[in-house]
């Protein structure tokens, strides 16, 4: 993505796992770590998905090293998929890797984000994650986990009106038992074609919230 990213090659349980870390300029300070997760891997989903990108380039513009990987069985990551627990298995690895102390934020788009809200469900009894962010969650298709009362003010929930993938009917009734806000892109589809720079813009907006 720029000249600051650096390729990774992790360790997870079904085996190597691929991954790439974008880091902020020279000179700015590091605020932390940021683990992103891509959709869905049976669909095409990667690591170099746009909507991926562009959560990364939110966080490093904030001041965070930005990590994305692919799941078991995309790219060169090992293993195959395994319907959301074996990439939590991922995702919570190379969290102990990439971040093993420090500030932590998580982020993850559709299947990614469902992947997430259980990743952040484990990890907050042991850990404080500073932000989430959640965006084209796949709440119509997978059995997302709620988000920790304590976490919600730290949670960024992201919807397209017309998400024509995941409608943001099934969003809301995920979001409504936990008074848990959506932020509701008006026109906006799944991939938020034309409006990937309003998403960075909204991403960047909360990571300024200090909570």
């Not at 650096?6 to 691929?18: D, F, N, P, Q, Y």
Request: include cysteine; charge should be neutral; glycine fraction near 10%.
């Amino acid at each position: 993505m720029n000249a600051q990213t650096e390729r990774l090659s992790l360790v997870g349980a079904a085996g190597a796992i691929e991954a790439l870390r974008d880091l902020p300029p020279a000179g700015v300070a590091v605020r932390g770590a940021a683990v992103i997760a891509h959709p869905h891997p049976l669909f095409g989903g990667t690591m170099d998905n746009k909507v991926v990108q562009t959560l990364a380039r939110a966080f490093v513009a904030s001041g965070y090293q930005a990590v994305r990987f692919n799941f078991r069985g995309v790219g060169a990551s090992a293993g195959g998929y395994d319907a959301g627990q074996g990439e939590c298995e991922d995702l919570l690895a190379v969290v102990r890797q990439v971040a093993p102390e420090g500030p932590l934020a998580l982020a993850g788009f559709s299947f990614g984000a469902f992947v997430t809200s259980h990743a952040l469900q484990q990890l907050w009894p042991q850990r404080s994650v500073q932000h989430a962010v959640l965006v084209g969650t796949a709440a119509s298709r997978f059995d997302v986990a709620p988000v920790p009362p304590e976490a919600q003010l730290r949670t960024l929930v992201v919807h397209g009106e017309h998400d024509e993938t995941v409608p943001l009917a099934s969003v809301m009734d995920w979001a409504r038992p936990q008074l848990l806000p959506v932020t509701v892109v008006p026109g906006g589809g799944h991939f938020f074609h034309g409006q990937l720079p309003l998403l960075k813009n909204l991403v960047l907006r909360h990571l300024q919230t200090q909570c």
